[in-house]
């Protein structure tokens, strides 16, 4: 089995932001998208690599709730990561609401589709 082909749609350690200095940068500094039920924060970051973080707003249910909010999260951004540009710090910011997975993968495509992410 070819490993590339394995690889090439996981969601690396590098590519995760984590660092508050970081997500404040792009919550201040940022340029931001919105529609019905989530917003997207980015900026460019000088990399060859996409670095991608999912906060929730305050009062996002229990911690069940959120972290699977957040694993919805990361495997829809999992599927369009290939279709994006790199070189951009993301924030996807999930409002409480309808959490499927089909719903978030919209969410997501059409997010980055307005902030103008998606390759040509």
Known sequence: MDTDLLNKGRFKRVEHLKR?????KIFRKG???SI???KIFYRENGTEFNRVGFPLPRGYGNAVERNRSKRCS?????????????????????????????????QIAKLCEKAGLLKA
């Open 74 to 106: 990361r495997e829809a951004y999992r599927f369009i990561k290939s279709r994006l540009n790199t070189g951009y710090d993301i924030l996807f910011l999930i409002y409480p609401g309808n959490d499927s997975f089909l719903s978030r993968c919209d």
């Open 20 to 24: 508050p200095a970081d997500i404040q």
């Open 31 to 33: 340029n931001s998208s």
């Open 36 to 38: 019905y039920g989530a």
